[in-house]
């Protein structure tokens, strides 16, 4: 064995900073974490509290929270909705990015443009335009019964269907733009090396790019899913009581029922499903990759 | 060529260029280049950034398509051919390793993708080919976990293991330190004797080519400047950008005063007349030339013994520095500055301001074409 380990850079002395300049980054700091203190932090302690002590300290509001089967039936179809949307957005959003990745500049502009537009779009204008779309007297059951396919309206809003499809929808520019972000940071010298050495386009792309990409993959899949979970407006106006998801739960319980105690009390049940789905997901798959961490 | 014809062993291929042109927009990245390359020949590529090294070795592994021209791969032509089905090995400057795949994965790559070997033959295949580059042990790391020497083997590695006709390596050394650098210099070459794959090796290292080929071809603005073996293009350049490229030279602008026989007298800016072998040299009397002398040609004495049919040129030691092996003078000789090196225990007793006499033995002294600028007057005696 002659190989010698390389010198590695000596680790930079740290100049001592003056008072000034470790204030700075501080004073940078201030105004963001002040909007987020004010905004953020203190209404999420406030609602917290509120679930656990509205007439005393109490679980009460927890407790009939897990007893009660709607609330359980309501989190499953949120669950199970946004880990559906969230399947679709990948599956559609994949060649997509792929085809930004290999495009060249001009290509590539364009297709973000169409990618970008939808995504500036207000997201309830993106939902009402399904309702135009989908209804009895929507452009879609129109030229179905145009081409004489169908004879009566097909059902088409107002279930399973016409929820996800929005979802995926309104999730696919962000899914796009994230998964992107990821492939970019591929090094596509690799895919190079792979057809040197014998793979067709093909088996350049099974066996070197998308095992390589499939960080990528987990980390847009982890936004979308925790995004997708706290769907209100789409699902409000598409979907009918049955595809009620915890949002619109959360937001009767605290405007027309006005029991805050048992709103907190769901919207802090989210919360914690939320951030330990991505705690256990980062343990997996180091998500760090997908903000520009170092590749482990 | 027919030298290393010789030595070339069954398993090399022979590479042909012929005419190869490749524009990016209305730059020419390679302008008409043809190159012999002799089965299992090592053969580097060595040109300054810009001079369409990379582009030419890009075309030879079918990356880039030529705009016109041919590649011949054993009188075959593969100019049409995807670079998945040229059988071609490749070692790219920043190895290029899969980072998903342990080292043995990454060496066997060819070999899934090539070939329908057995799991055990394959695996015989890997473990001759980590043998092979000393690394039999780490069959299981990951790339990440290697040094850059250990990912430089690896990639040697892969790129062999299918047992190419071919070798292409792009500045495979670049991103190593000194040490490790020559230290791999010696083990491509060991590599090289004992597969006997054609190499094709692109550097900007004139050091690393001329130590490591048999050929070297020279590549200026897109073009061949001279094809030769090192020996022959430090000592026999042909045109001013091939002495100045490689190695340190005193280049200084001649006049041919006189032709007697097979001897040139032409007379440098401090109005001396220096004798040079005619050679090859085209210079006409009166016309302009470019003489070269290197400076470990040059000995430098403090009185002027002049031996027998030498040439002797008096001068004024301008500066002198201290390099280990030798010390390096600036000698000023009229309105010319002259490198020269001079052996240690020379050079240690000179200073700056010394009167010194240069001489050198007949024949190291060279005469070359005058840049394009100067040949006004050269044309006109030669019509």
Known sequence: MTAVAEPRAAPLLRPTLSLNA?????????????????????????????????????????????????????????????????????????????ALTISGSKVRALILVFVLIPYWVDIIVRSFSWLILLGDNGMVNKAL???????????????????????????????????????????????????IHGASEWQAFRTVFFPLSLPGVYGAGLLVFVL?????????????????????????????????????????????????????????FSLDRLWGGSDK | MTEFAAAAMASGAQLRLRQLTKAFGAAKAVDQISLDVPAGAFVSLLGPSGSGKTTTLNLIAGFLTPDSGDILLDERSIADVPPHKRNIGMVFQSYSLFPHMTVADNVGFPLRMRTQLSRQ?????????????????????????????????????????????????????????????????????????????TVIYVTHDQTEALTMSDVVVVMHQARVSQVGSPRVLYEAPANLFV???????????????????????????????????????????????????????????????????????????????????????????????????????????????????????????????????MNDADNGDKR
């Open chain 2, 121 to 197: 033959d394959a695996r015989r295949r890997i473990d001759e080919m980590l043998a092979l580059v000393q690394l039999g042990h780490l069959g299981t790391r990951y790339p990440r976990q290697l040094s850059g020497g250990q990912q430089q083997r690896v990639a040697m590695a892969r790129a062999l293991v299918s047992h190419p006709r071919l070798l292409l390596m792009d500045e495979p050394l670049g991103a190593l330190d000194k040490k490790l650098r020559e230290q791999m210099q010696v083990e491509i070459k060991r590599i090289h004797r004992s597969v006997g794959t």
């Open chain 2, 243 to 373: 002495a100045d490229f490689l190695g340190d030279s005193n280049l200084l602008n001649a006049t041919v005063a006189q032709i007697c026989g097979d001897e040139f007298a032409v007379k440098i800016g401090s109005g001396e007349t220096i004798r040079v072998a005619r050679g090859t040299s085209a210079a006409t009397q009166g016309g302009r030339a470019v003489l070269l002398i290197r400076p470990e040609d040059i000995s430098v004495t403090t009185t002027a013994e002049r031996a027998e049919s030498q040439d002797v040129l008096a001068g004024t030691i301008r500066d002198i520095s201290y390099h280990g092996d030798t010390f390096r003078l600036d000698v000023a000789v009229g309105t010319d500055v002259l490198k020269v090196k001079v052996a240690r225990e020379r050079g240690a007793g000179m200073e700056r301001g010394d009167r010194v006499f240069l001489t050198w033995r007949s024949g190291v002294v060279r005469l070359l074409p005058a840049p394009d600028g």
């Open chain 1, 22 to 98: 470790r204030l700075l980054p501080a004073l940078l700091l201030l105004p963001c974490l002040t909007w987020i203190a004010f905004f953020f932090l203190a209404p999420l302690i406030l609602m917290c509290w509120r679930s656990l002590a509205s007439e005393g300290f109490s679980l009460e509001a927890y407790s009939v929270l897990f007893t009660s089967p709607l609330f359980t039936k309501v989190m499953v179809t949120t669950v199970k909705t946004a880990a559906i949307a969230t399947v679709f957005a990948l599956l559609l959003a994949y060649p997509l990015a792929y």
């Open chain 1, 145 to 195: 019964m145009g081409l004489g396919i169908v004879s009566a309206p097909l059902q088409l809003l107002y279930n399973p269907f016409s929820v996800l499809l929005a979802m995926v929808q309104i999730l696919l520019p962000l899914t796009t733009v994230t998964l992107f972000g990821g492939m970019l940071r591929i090094d596509r010298t690799l895919v190079t090396a792979a057809k």
């Open chain 1, 228 to 284: 997708a979970l706290g769907f209100y407006v789409t699902p409000a106006l598409l979907g009918s009581p049955r595809e009620t998801m915890i949002a619109q739960t959360i937001m009767v319980e605290a405007s027309q029922l006005l029991d805050w105690p048992q709103a907190s009390a769901a919207g802090a049940v989210l919360l914690i499903i939320t951030t330990s789905i991505a705690a256990i997901y980062n343990r997996y």
